[in-house]
Nanobody, 123 residues
């Protein structure tokens, strides 16, 4: 069974930075496209950023372009999300996901999910 575990969430001030990490148990980690998604209360889960199996391609949602950066360490089976210049509207539960899709851009393209980490942005 594929397991994912996020770490690094918490409270951050607007304008500050935060880094999320995701560890995946799957030894064949590189068979998955990976993604970070988020969900706020009362809203649907949405893609933040997706990355291809070996990291050659990346899709960023418009609302994070220039602020967030995704990376993956395939040797360590880890995925990262560097979030800079955070805004109050970035507050949400953030999930990492392993996806059969080459470059995931929708939640329904992903098959395995972490439990999620709360990110709170204070003004």
């Amino acid at each position: 069974q594929v397991r994912l575990e996020e770490s690094g969430g918490g409270l951050v001030q607007a304008g500050a930075s935060l880094r999320l990490s995701c560890a995946i148990s799957e030894r064949t980690y590189t068979r998955f496209g990976m993604g970070w998604f988020r969900q706020s209360p009362g809203k649907a889960r949405e893609v933040v950023v997706g990355i291809t199996k070996i990291g050659a391609g990346v899709y960023y949602a418009d609302f994070v372009k220039g602020r967030f950066t995704i990376s993956r360490d395939n040797a360590k089976n880890k995925l990262f999300l560097q979030m800079n210049n955070q805004k109050p509207e970035d507050a949400a539960v953030y999930y990492c996901a392993a996806c059969e899709a080459l470059l995931p851009q929708r939640p329904d393209e992903c098959d395995y999910w972490g439990q999620g980490k709360q990110v709170t942005v204070s003004t």
